[in-house]
Every structure is written in C-alpha cells, then in structure tokens.
C-alpha cells in the first residue's frame, strides 16, 4: 500500500531561501532511503515561507524506518528555521477512474 506523509513548514521571517535550500537537501536524502518512491516541494505561492514536503513511500512502516537511517543532523538546517513545529500527516493513494 503506498503512502504520502506530507509536512507544512512555515520559515521564520526572511529565512525562506534557507528553508528551501534545507528542504531540497533534505529530499536528495529522502530519495536514497530504501522504501521511498519519490518526494516532491512546494512552495505557497501567496506566501511564501510556507512550504509543503510530500514524501511517497511504500508504507508507514517503511517511513518510520526511515527516520533512523536520517539521522537528527539531517533536520537541524530545517528546524532552526522554522516558525513552530511542521503539521504533518500521512495519506492514503485513492484511484480516480
């Protein structure tokens, strides 16, 4: 059963390009972990220090083990830019005919 875990990060103030170049790192990292089918950015386009990071995945499980294998490290960039905590949540795929 593939899944989305997808995350919404607003910068601080004047911080956004330092959120984004993190972010895009940080998915160069996703990407390479086993279990990941691809991640994807956006950026709001009438806001822009808000941020969503999908990551496509073949299960939870396969997320949650992902998280060791980044390392705390691979979030600091991200973290010391945010403006609180990311809202996240994870989403099932639904077929559209």
């Not at 989305?4 to 390479?32: F, P, Q, S, W």
């Not at 999908?54 to 991200?78: C, F, N, R, T």
Request: proline share 4%; aromatic share 6%.
């Amino acid at each position: 059963m593939t899944v989305a875990r997808h995350y919404i990060m607003n910068a601080v103030e004047g911080r956004d390009a330092t959120l984004e170049t993190a972010l895009r790192d940080l998915a160069d990292k996703v990407r390479a972990i086993s279990g990941c089918q691809g991640v994807e950015l956006l950026r709001d386009i009438g806001n822009e220090r808000r941020f969503i990071f999908i990551e496509k995945w073949d299960s939870v499980d396969a997320h949650k083990a992902a998280g060791p294998q980044l390392g705390k490290d691979a979030l600091a960039p991200i973290l010391a830019v945010l403006d609180g905590p990311p809202d996240g949540d994870y989403l099932d795929y639904l077929k559209v005919v």
